[in-house]
């Protein structure tokens, strides 16, 4: 059973940093495309960050310069590193894995994990 396990969430103040981990398990990680989703209360989930196989990456006007993605191969493992946080980055923060272009079935989420940035 493919799973995709996040950490790294928790309470920050404005303007601290955070780094998510995302693990994924029972995939070739490496044929997937990566991304960061956030989900605040009342509203619909959005792209934060994405990154290719080739380590090609793009992000969200919101968080372009204070948010980095990453990724490790060997590891199976995606990252998104966090800086100067701001109250409205106050969300669940998903892990998605994204192989479609192979098969279309091939698309998994991580269970969130809470980012909550509060004084």
């Known amino acids: 059973q493919v799973q995709l396990v996040e950490s790294g969430g928790g309470v920050v103040q404005p303007g601290g940093s955070l780094r998510l981990s995302c693990t994924a398990t029972?995939?070739?990680?490496?044929?997937?495309?990566m991304a960061w989703y956030r989900q605040a209360p009342g509203k619909q989930r959005e792209l934060v960050a994405h990154?290719?196989?080739?380590?090609?990456?793009n992000y969200s006007d919101s968080v372009k310069g204070r948010f980095i993605i990453s990724r490790d191969d060997a590891k199976n493992s995606a990252y998104l590193q966090m800086t100067y946080l701001k109250t409205e980055d106050t969300a669940v923060y998903f892990c998605?894995?994204?192989?479609?272009?192979?098969?279309?079935?091939?698309?998994?989420w991580g269970q969130g994990t809470q980012v909550t940035v509060s004084s």
């Open positions: 990154i290719t196989r080739n380590s090609m990456t």
């Open positions: 998605n894995a994204d192989a479609t272009h192979w098969s279309p079935h091939l698309n998994y």
């Open positions: 029972r995939i070739t990680f490496s044929r997937y495309n």
